[in-house]
């Protein structure tokens, strides 16, 4: 299986840009139930990201010296 790297300032932005469809995606499907639900579910992948990166963030800069 091969493994797909992505550019870091892709991969930095990745987050941002869920949350921007998913706003998106609120704003134009609001009315409907399915589109209400994908918005709200890229929201909370993009938040959830961000959360977990954060944390990854924080435990590697207390394991260095």
Known sequence: MQKIWLPSWLYQLLPLVQLLAGLLLLAI???????????????????????????????ATARKP
């Open 29 to 59: 499907f609001g009315d409907d139930p399915l589109g209400r639900l994908g918005g709200l579910l890229l929201c909370a992948a993009a938040a959830l990201i961000w959360a977990l990166r954060a944390r990854g963030r924080k435990k």
